[in-house]
Structures are given as structure tokens and as C-alpha cells.
């Protein structure tokens, strides 16, 4: 079998032991209340989670998404409480391309500036929220000042299925991982990303724009972000100057959590999808566990990571090793 | 009308100049070799053909127009690609992807069905088995070096430049690399062919360049150069071809007894024993595993049947520490992946697998003894540097070959094993590491040389162990070994008594 194939559905019975577990801890788990709370709440994620699988893919990593979320969803709100009658489309536009404007700056600086991208994403992230502090003035955002149709986006029902609701974030967000996963496998251009991180001498050498590719990736990372902080808005509505804080760890979660190589070349949208949803249910179910302090979120959190990655490693070692003995 | 003409060509790396007022012109359809010794600027001269430099002076003309080639793709639109030495591919994407990634004829979006049956076409036209829905990741050296031909190919190139193409690849390989070259000739592609191996250049080259320092020193029909001349144009000194070796040397002890050795499914029955003093030669051809046996008597990947034996007592060696701990040591081919720290200087490579003697007060580096233990090496093994704190990933290939030997030598090893000391690596450098290793084991070392290059075989060894698909497949004595004798019983069948 592909080890690719293999590691979606190890994800996917890990999700599904995950489910299990909690519903015999917890009350009423397996019900549509609890769908619909993880469901909204992994939307918000899930499109950072797209974008920052799209840079590691690249062998970089992007930290400042959080505070891109933030500013995006500071500066969407504060733009909407003076111009409430923009249209919903261009709102969302306007979220993707403030977050697509940050990613540009990001990615000009690694891919030009020669910096690598961990130190670059960890100073614009320190960067933006000062900046966000600044601007706001420590003003909130809050429901009052939003147009309706946002404030009741996060219940608006796209579908139903057997009695269980499918939101309009959800379907949004579900939206950004499948168009990315089309482009990846189907794109010339997207395939770029792979080459690049897969090993970046060959890349060069075989005529791929190495920056270009590297500065894409960096704008699709933030314009997703944008997309983030616009459903952060939506479902939250009051924004104040921590909002997105801590979401970089989330998203190297589920990147990692869903199979996409830290050192780049290789990974898949199904698997992030399936991260996503797993740290998020995992984070989530966490809240409603009595045994465990809420506390430990984070430590979870990091656990996760170090896991996924110990596991990713043993896994190939192995995987290797079966295909050297079949040659 | 030329191809592809350099003219006057200079290009100097801050105080180096690489390149002085270089001119070479390439007609179409010919098989044209560069050769020079390491350092002579055939890098350089490919990286300003390719667009990787810019010349500082000087023209490029691609079909008699001037052209500024400002990268890899600019190259390629101008029809002119290479291949190096070491290959370049991505190990994460398959054998099809990997042929046509930077194929810009190909669609938008991707067509997985028709870019599988066109790499099988690809793949099939260079006779060759392998499978394009396989991950690079698994590929040997010379099915990677495949892929890249293969990727070349796709892209319809005028000028086709081969870079050492055959340093790694053993007899059965290089002919049919040669037949490549050829077909591509036949089509009107040309092909430089850059190699250190003059056999390969007299087979198929019709015309040959030398260069030296930097400078044109010749460009003359095949016919009219010999072997001597063109050695002598390359060093600007006559140099003595390695005489093959007709006696064994004498030696003393057995000091490493192999005995049934194997590791499963990787290779098995290995019988042989290395006496102090004595050099023996693991040949066969790639994909013959051994380099495999080398990885287990290192303990990178410890043999799991059979039993070896060091000064007659059984051993184990499970890590590399476990087997620097019976004194082995081992010079590996893959200098960038398991030699050497590249981004690390001369000093600090040499030092690293021997820190423990530098140790001094609590347990600190003496970084004077580090630095002297180093200077000694780079004189005694001519490492052409200024001093030892340059990087090693900037010295030439032969170069760095000598830091790696610096590095074990230090070690004290009284067991040295070499996997293709003179891989890719020019004549006067090859000639010094020769006369290293003879020298070594002439101070009671016990050697192991893995090579494909059999004159190499044939004028070190003292005994020839033939490998073929993971087994013993001989073991000849010096005087029983030739050419034929060695190449057929790699091959599978034995030639002795055959004329």
C-alpha cells in the first residue's frame, strides 16, 4: 500500500478512537450539539491549517498566522463598523487580501532577504500584535458595531444531513482545503511547491523560480489566514487585541498531526483536513472532560506534535526498510 | 554555424579567477569532451553554459546569436541542459514528476495518466527498467542519473552537458550511457561530455577540449590527440599511467576475517580475510551490494548472518562507534551525505572523529592542537587551501576527498575501508590517493577498496573479491585477476581459461 494511503487511515482510526473514548466520558458527546460546537470551532482552524501545510511544504514554516488572523479580523471589524453596507463577497475579499498583503511581506523577506522563515514569522508575529495594540488602542470590537448578516452568519445552516447541521463557516473553510488539495495534486504550478521543498538545489537547477514559488506560498498562507480571521469575526464578534493568539501552534498541529513533513516535499490535503479535525475535537473535548484541568490544553497540544512527528519518523524508517527488503 | 559558442569568457570568484578569456565553440550533432584536472574551471565553464553564472566578460552565442542567460530556465528555453555528477532529483516526488517538472511544454494542469505513459516511453527509449509511479526517495545513484537523462530528453535539448556522467556507474552502465550519448548525436543533439576517464572520451568523442587554470589550452579532432597527449596538455607535465599490479605485496597477519557474512536480504556469504599490509578490492557492478558489506562491517547496517573475526577473535559491531572502537575506518562515496559537514572548516572536519585526544582542561577542545593536527594533514595530503578554516563545502571534489581521509587517518585505523576513494576525482589527484593508500597498507594497514573503476581494481589490489547481486562471486588472487576475468565473473559467467 502507498505509505501516503497508510497514514490517512491510521489518521482516520485515530480520529475514530479519539470519538469513542470521549463518548464514554463524557455526556451526551455523540449528539448534534457537540457537531455543530467542534464542526464551527475546526472551521476556524482549518484554513490556516490549508496555508501552513502549503509552507511547510515549501521545507518553511509560517509563525506569524496568528496575529494575521488577528489583525485581519481587528481591521475587517473596524472597517465594517464604518462601512456596514459592504457587500458580504467583497468583505470576504477584503479579509483575504489584507492576510494575502502580510504573507507578501513575509514571503519577500524569505525568499529575497535570504532570512530563513522561522526567524521572519516569528518577528512579524511579535510585529503585528504590537501593531494591532497600537492601532486598537485597546478598543474591542464588539457585535453592536457589526452588520447583521455577519452577526448571524456563524448559524446560518448551509444543508442538512440526517437531522445534523451543516454551517455556512464550515462549508466556507471546507472550501479552502478542497480547492488547495485540487490545485496541489492537479496544478503544474502548484507541484512547484513540492519540488522546492523536496530539495531546493535540484529545484533551481531545474529552472523553477525558487523565490516566486516561495513567495506564493507565503501569499496563499495569509490570504487563508485572512480567511481565518474573517470566520474568527464571524463567530466571535468581539475582538479585542488577543484574538488569534496561540493559533500558530494550533496549525503546526494539525500540519503535522496530519501527516505533512516538517523538513517539506511531502503531505496531503485529506491528511490536514483530518489533523485539523482531530486536534480540534481533542482540544475541544478537553473543555468538557472534568478529569483533566483545562490547563493541560497546551501541553496536549505540544504532545500532539512531538508525537505525530515521533511516530512520522519511526513510520518511514520502517516503510523504508519493507521496501529495501521487497527490491 | 556552431550551437553554442563561448567567447572570450572570464569569471573570477572574488580573488579566484576561474575562468580566463575562455572561448569553445560546439557544432551540432557532436560528441565534444572537456577534460581538465579538478580546479581547471570545468565547473564554472558549466554553471556560465548553464545561466547559474554570469561571465564578468566575454559572449555566449546560442545558434550565432548573443544570448544572456540569467538562470537554469533562460538555459533551457536556449536548448541547452545538463546532468552532474551527482544527481539531482526530488525524493519525495515519483520517477514521472520528476522527469518532467521543469517541462514547460507540458499542460496547466496536470494529466497524470498521459505523464505516466510518456515517462514509461522516455524511460523505455534509454533502455532501462524502472518504475515511474516509484518515489525517488529509493533510487540508486545510477537509476537517479537516469531520470535526469530522462528529464533532459523531455526537454527537446540542442545542447545536452554531461557531467562526469559515469563516475558512478560500472562497466555495464557506462556502455549503455555511451549508446545514449550516441543515439543523442544521431538526432543532431550535441553532447559535452565532461569525464576523467580517457577510455570513455576515445570511445565516443569526436572532438576533445583541454582546459587548465582556467584557460583553453587545445581543442583538436579525436584522431589526433592520444592518451599521453591529452594527459600531458591536462597537467602540463607527462604523468605515468598506473601500471597494473602483477604480485601481491607481502603482508603479515590476518587481521579481519569475514565468514559467511550477510544481512537479509541485502547480501550474504561473504568469505574473505584482510591481512595487515594487504589491499583488498570489492569489485562488481552497481547494485552488486557492496557498499553493503562496507555498511556492516561499519556497523551502519550490521550484518545479521555469519560472523566477523578481528585478529581471530569473534566480534560485534552493531554501531560505527562499536567498530571505530576495533580501529575501522570507513571512507565513504557519498561525501556530502555521510562524509562530510560541508558548512563546517577543514580544521573542524578533520578533527571530528577523533575529539576525544584534543580534550584538554575540563573537558575543553585544545583548539591549538586542533588547529596543528589539522596543518599537518593538509601539508602531508597537499589539501590545495590556504588555510584550514575554509569551508569545505568550497573546496573541489578531490579536495574534500582528502579532508574525509584526513578525518579517519587521524582515528589511527588499523582497518581502512575505501568505497570509491577516486569517484569523480581528476588524474593527479587519483595518482595521490593512490599512492596513499599503497602507502598505508604498506604500514601494516589492512585495506578494503571498493571500486568501480577495474584499472583502479587492478592496480591496487593485492586480491580481488568479484561481487554479483548480494553474493561472492569470486575471489582472485593478483595474478589470476584481468580485466575479462573480473568483468565476467561480475557479469555472471566466468571467463577462466577464455582467451
Same mark, same amino acid.
Given at each position: 500500500m502507498h505509505p501516503q494511503t497508510l497514514r490517512i487511515l491510521a489518521l482516520a482510526a485515530a480520529l475514530l478512537a479519539t470519538v469513542l473514548f470521549f463518548s464514554t466520558q463524557?455526556? #451526551?458527546?455523540?449528539s448534534e450539539r457537540m457537531f455543530t460546537r467542534i464542526s464551527t470551532s475546526a472551521a476556524v482552524i482549518l484554513p490556516i491549517a490549508v496555508g501552513q501545510a502549503i509552507v511547510v511544504i515549501t521545507r518553511n514554516i509560517d509563525l506569524s498566522i496568528g496575529s494575521t488572523m488577528g489583525v485581519v479580523a481587528y481591521l475587517t471589524g473596524d472597517y465594517l463598523s464604518g462601512h %456596514?453596507?459592504?457587500h458580504p463577497v467583497l468583505v470576504l475579499c477584503l479579509a483575504m487580501g489584507i492576510g494575502a498583503g502580510i504573507g507578501a511581506i513575509n514571503g519577500i523577506l524569505v525568499a529575497? #532577504?535570504?532570512? %530563513?522563515s522561522i526567524i521572519v514569522t516569528l518577528g512579524t508575529l511579535a510585529l503585528l500584535r504590537s501593531f494591532l495594540v497600537e492601532y486598537s488602542d485597546a478598543r474591542t470590537i464588539t457585535t453592536?458595531?457589526?452588520p447583521q448578516w455577519l452577526v448571524d452568519l456563524p448559524q446560518a445552516n448551509a444543508f442538512s444531513i440526517f437531522g445534523i447541521d451543516v454551517r455556512v463557516t464550515v462549508v466556507l473553510a471546507l472550501a479552502s482545503a478542497v480547492v488547495m488539495g485540487l490545485c496541489l495534486s492537479r496544478l503544474r504550478a502548484a507541484r512547484r511547491f513540492f519540488a522546492v521543498g523536496s530539495n531546493p538545489d535540484a529545484a533551481v537547477m531545474a529552472g523553477i523560480n525558487l523565490p516566486m514559488v516561495t513567495l506564493l506560498a507565503f501569499v496563499l498562507s495569509g490570504a487563508l489566514a485572512g480567511l481565518s480571521g474573517f470566520l474568527f469575526l464571524a463567530k466571535f464578534g468581539n475582538i479585542t487585541?488577543?484574538? #488569534?493568539?496561540g493559533f500558530e501552534l494550533k496549525s503546526v498541529a494539525a500540519v503535522v498531526v496530519g501527516g505533512v513533513s516538517i523538513l517539506g516535499g511531502s503531505g496531503s490535503m485529506v491528511g490536514v483536513v483530518i489533523g485539523t479535525v482531530l486536534v480540534d475535537t481533542i482540544d475541544n473535548s478537553l473543555t468538557r472532560?472534568?478529569?483533566?484541568?483545562?490547563?493541560w490544553r497546551d501541553a496536549l497540544l505540544g504532545f500532539l506534535i512531538m508525537a505525530a512527528v515521533t511516530v512520522d519518523t519511526f513510520m518511514s524508517r520502517q516503510l523504508s526498510r519493507l521496501s529495501r527488503k521487497e527490491s | 554555424m556552431t550551437v553554442l559558442e563561448l567567447q572570450h569568457v572570464s569569471k573570477s570568484f572574488a580573488a579566484t579567477q576561474? !575562468?580566463?578569456d575562455m572561448s569553445l565553440a560546439i557544432e551540432p550533432g557532436e560528441i565534444h569532451a572537456i577534460v581538465g584536472e579538478n580546479g581547471a574551471g570545468k565547473s564554472t565553464l558549466i554553471k556560465i553554459m548553464t545561466g547559474v553564472h554570469q561571465p564578468d566578460r566575454g559572449e555566449i552565442r546560442v545558434g550565432g546569436v548573443a544570448v544572456t542567460l540569467r538562470g537554469t530556465q533562460d538555459a533551457q528555453g536556449a536548448g541547452i541542459a545538463a546532468i552532474y555528477q551527482e544527481p539531482m532529483v526530488?525524493?519525495? !516526488?515519483?520517477v514521472a514528476e520528476n522527469i518532467f517538472i521543469?517541462?514547460?511544454? $507540458?499542460?496547466?494542469? +496536470?494529466n497524470w495518466r498521459r505523464l505516466y505513459a510518456e515517462a514509461d516511453l522516455l524511460v523505455a527509449k534509454l533502455g532501462v527498467k524502472l518504475?515511474?509511479?516509484?518515489?525517488?526517495?529509493?533510487?540508486t545513484l545510477a537509476e537517479q542519473q537516469t531520470v535526469e537523462i530522462a528529464r533532459a530528453l523531455s526537454l527537446n535539448v540542442k545542447v545536452l552537458i554531461m557531467d562526469e556522467?559515469?563516475?558512478? !556507474?560500472?562497466a555495464h552502465e557506462v556502455a549503455r550511457l555511451l549508446d545514449i550519448a550516441r543515439a543523442l548525436r544521431a538526432q543532431g543533439v550535441s553532447v559535452i561530455y565532461i569525464s576523467h576517464r580517457l577510455d570513455e572520451i576515445f570511445q565516443i568523442a569526436d572532438r576533445v577540449t583541454v582546459i587548465r587554470d582556467g584557460s583553453h589550452i587545445s581543442t583538436k579532432?579525436?584522431? $589526433?590527440?592520444t592518451p599521453e597527449g591529452l594527459v600531458h596538455d591536462m597537467v602540463g607535465r607527462a604523468i605515468d599511467s598506473f601500471a597494473v599490479k602483477t604480485e601481491a605485496s607481502p603482508h603479515g597477519a590476518p587481521v579481519l576475517q569475514m565468514q559467511g557474512l550477510g544481512r537479509a536480504g541485502v547480501f550474504r556469504g561473504i568469505n574473505a580475510t584482510v591481512h595487515a599490509g594487504e589491499v583488498l578490492c570489492f569489485a562488481g557492478?552497481?547494485?552488486?551490494?557492496r557498499t553493503d558489506v562496507a555498511l556492516a562491517l561499519f556497523g551502519?547496517?550490521?550484518?545479521? $548472518?555469519g560472523e566477523i573475526k578481528i585478529d581471530g577473535a569473534p566480534v560485534t559491531i552493531r554501531t560505527p562507534a562499536e567498530a571505530m572502537a576495533h580501529q575501522i575506518a570507513y571512507v565513504s562515496e557519498d561525501r556530502r551525505k +555521510?562524509?562530510?559537514? +560541508?558548512? !563546517?572548516p577543514i580544521f573542524a572536519n578533520i578533527s571530528l572523529a577523533s575529539l576525544g585526544k584534543l580534550m584538554g582542561l575540563f573537558g575543553l577542545i585544545n583548539a591549538k592542537a586542533e588547529t596543528a593536527m589539522a596543518e599537518t594533514y593538509r601539508k602531508q595530503l597537499a589539501i590545495?587551501?590556504?588555510?584550514?578554516?575554509?569551508?569545505?563545502?568550497?573546496?573541489?571534489g578531490g579536495n574534500q576527498q582528502k579532508v574525509m581521509l584526513a578525518k579517519w587517518l587521524e582515528t589511527k585505523p588499523r582497518i581502512l575501508i575505501f568505497d570509491?576513494?577516486?569517484?569523480?576525482?581528476d588524474v593527479g589527484a587519483k595518482a595521490e590517493v593512490h599512492n596513499i593508500i599503497r602507502t598505508l597498507a604498506g604500514q601494516g594497514v589492512a585495506v578494503i577498496v571498493i571500486s568501480s573503476d577495474l584499472p583502479e581494481v587492478l592496480a591496487l589490489a593485492d586480491r580481488v573479491l568479484v561481487m554479483r547481486e548480494g553474493t561472492q562471486a569470486g575471489l582472485l588472487p593478483i595474478e589470476e585477476a584481468s580485466q575479462e576475468r573480473v568483468i565476467g565473473l561480475a557479469a555472471g559467467h566466468d571467463m577462466k581459461g577464455a582467451a
Amino acid at each position: 500500500m502507498h505509505p501516503q494511503t497508510l497514514r490517512i487511515l491510521a489518521l482516520a482510526a485515530a480520529l475514530l478512537a479519539t470519538v469513542l473514548f470521549f463518548s464514554t466520558q463524557i455526556d #451526551g458527546y455523540l449528539s448534534e450539539r457537540m457537531f455543530t460546537r467542534i464542526s464551527t470551532s475546526a472551521a476556524v482552524i482549518l484554513p490556516i491549517a490549508v496555508g501552513q501545510a502549503i509552507v511547510v511544504i515549501t521545507r518553511n514554516i509560517d509563525l506569524s498566522i496568528g496575529s494575521t488572523m488577528g489583525v485581519v479580523a481587528y481591521l475587517t471589524g473596524d472597517y465594517l463598523s464604518g462601512h %456596514p453596507e459592504l457587500h458580504p463577497v467583497l468583505v470576504l475579499c477584503l479579509a483575504m487580501g489584507i492576510g494575502a498583503g502580510i504573507g507578501a511581506i513575509n514571503g519577500i523577506l524569505v525568499a529575497w #532577504g535570504r532570512v %530563513p522563515s522561522i526567524i521572519v514569522t516569528l518577528g512579524t508575529l511579535a510585529l503585528l500584535r504590537s501593531f494591532l495594540v497600537e492601532y486598537s488602542d485597546a478598543r474591542t470590537i464588539t457585535t453592536a458595531s457589526l452588520p447583521q448578516w455577519l452577526v448571524d452568519l456563524p448559524q446560518a445552516n448551509a444543508f442538512s444531513i440526517f437531522g445534523i447541521d451543516v454551517r455556512v463557516t464550515v462549508v466556507l473553510a471546507l472550501a479552502s482545503a478542497v480547492v488547495m488539495g485540487l490545485c496541489l495534486s492537479r496544478l503544474r504550478a502548484a507541484r512547484r511547491f513540492f519540488a522546492v521543498g523536496s530539495n531546493p538545489d535540484a529545484a533551481v537547477m531545474a529552472g523553477i523560480n525558487l523565490p516566486m514559488v516561495t513567495l506564493l506560498a507565503f501569499v496563499l498562507s495569509g490570504a487563508l489566514a485572512g480567511l481565518s480571521g474573517f470566520l474568527f469575526l464571524a463567530k466571535f464578534g468581539n475582538i479585542t487585541v488577543v484574538a #488569534g493568539m496561540g493559533f500558530e501552534l494550533k496549525s503546526v498541529a494539525a500540519v503535522v498531526v496530519g501527516g505533512v513533513s516538517i523538513l517539506g516535499g511531502s503531505g496531503s490535503m485529506v491528511g490536514v483536513v483530518i489533523g485539523t479535525v482531530l486536534v480540534d475535537t481533542i482540544d475541544n473535548s478537553l473543555t468538557r472532560w472534568e478529569l483533566v484541568s483545562e490547563f493541560w490544553r497546551d501541553a496536549l497540544l505540544g504532545f500532539l506534535i512531538m508525537a505525530a512527528v515521533t511516530v512520522d519518523t519511526f513510520m518511514s524508517r520502517q516503510l523504508s526498510r519493507l521496501s529495501r527488503k521487497e527490491s | 554555424m556552431t550551437v553554442l559558442e563561448l567567447q572570450h569568457v572570464s569569471k573570477s570568484f572574488a580573488a579566484t579567477q576561474a !575562468l580566463k578569456d575562455m572561448s569553445l565553440a560546439i557544432e551540432p550533432g557532436e560528441i565534444h569532451a572537456i577534460v581538465g584536472e579538478n580546479g581547471a574551471g570545468k565547473s564554472t565553464l558549466i554553471k556560465i553554459m548553464t545561466g547559474v553564472h554570469q561571465p564578468d566578460r566575454g559572449e555566449i552565442r546560442v545558434g550565432g546569436v548573443a544570448v544572456t542567460l540569467r538562470g537554469t530556465q533562460d538555459a533551457q528555453g536556449a536548448g541547452i541542459a545538463a546532468i552532474y555528477q551527482e544527481p539531482m532529483v526530488f525524493p519525495d !516526488l515519483d520517477v514521472a514528476e520528476n522527469i518532467f517538472i521543469s517541462n514547460r511544454a $507540458e499542460s496547466a494542469v +496536470m494529466n497524470w495518466r498521459r505523464l505516466y505513459a510518456e515517462a514509461d516511453l522516455l524511460v523505455a527509449k534509454l533502455g532501462v527498467k524502472l518504475d515511474v509511479r516509484r518515489a525517488a526517495s529509493g533510487l540508486t545513484l545510477a537509476e537517479q542519473q537516469t531520470v535526469e537523462i530522462a528529464r533532459a530528453l523531455s526537454l527537446n535539448v540542442k545542447v545536452l552537458i554531461m557531467d562526469e556522467p559515469t563516475a558512478s !556507474l560500472s562497466a555495464h552502465e557506462v556502455a549503455r550511457l555511451l549508446d545514449i550519448a550516441r543515439a543523442l548525436r544521431a538526432q543532431g543533439v550535441s553532447v559535452i561530455y565532461i569525464s576523467h576517464r580517457l577510455d570513455e572520451i576515445f570511445q565516443i568523442a569526436d572532438r576533445v577540449t583541454v582546459i587548465r587554470d582556467g584557460s583553453h589550452i587545445s581543442t583538436k579532432p579525436i584522431a $589526433e590527440v592520444t592518451p599521453e597527449g591529452l594527459v600531458h596538455d591536462m597537467v602540463g607535465r607527462a604523468i605515468d599511467s598506473f601500471a597494473v599490479k602483477t604480485e601481491a605485496s607481502p603482508h603479515g597477519a590476518p587481521v579481519l576475517q569475514m565468514q559467511g557474512l550477510g544481512r537479509a536480504g541485502v547480501f550474504r556469504g561473504i568469505n574473505a580475510t584482510v591481512h595487515a599490509g594487504e589491499v583488498l578490492c570489492f569489485a562488481g557492478l552497481v547494485g552488486a551490494r557492496r557498499t553493503d558489506v562496507a555498511l556492516a562491517l561499519f556497523g551502519i547496517a550490521p550484518a545479521t $548472518e555469519g560472523e566477523i573475526k578481528i585478529d581471530g577473535a569473534p566480534v560485534t559491531i552493531r554501531t560505527p562507534a562499536e567498530a571505530m572502537a576495533h580501529q575501522i575506518a570507513y571512507v565513504s562515496e557519498d561525501r556530502r551525505k +555521510m562524509g562530510l559537514a +560541508m558548512t !563546517l572548516p577543514i580544521f573542524a572536519n578533520i578533527s571530528l572523529a577523533s575529539l576525544g585526544k584534543l580534550m584538554g582542561l575540563f573537558g575543553l577542545i585544545n583548539a591549538k592542537a586542533e588547529t596543528a593536527m589539522a596543518e599537518t594533514y593538509r601539508k602531508q595530503l597537499a589539501i590545495k587551501s590556504a588555510d584550514t578554516r575554509v569551508e569545505v563545502g568550497k573546496l573541489s571534489g578531490g579536495n574534500q576527498q582528502k579532508v574525509m581521509l584526513a578525518k579517519w587517518l587521524e582515528t589511527k585505523p588499523r582497518i581502512l575501508i575505501f568505497d570509491e576513494p577516486t569517484r569523480g576525482i581528476d588524474v593527479g589527484a587519483k595518482a595521490e590517493v593512490h599512492n596513499i593508500i599503497r602507502t598505508l597498507a604498506g604500514q601494516g594497514v589492512a585495506v578494503i577498496v571498493i571500486s568501480s573503476d577495474l584499472p583502479e581494481v587492478l592496480a591496487l589490489a593485492d586480491r580481488v573479491l568479484v561481487m554479483r547481486e548480494g553474493t561472492q562471486a569470486g575471489l582472485l588472487p593478483i595474478e589470476e585477476a584481468s580485466q575479462e576475468r573480473v568483468i565476467g565473473l561480475a557479469a555472471g559467467h566466468d571467463m577462466k581459461g577464455a582467451a
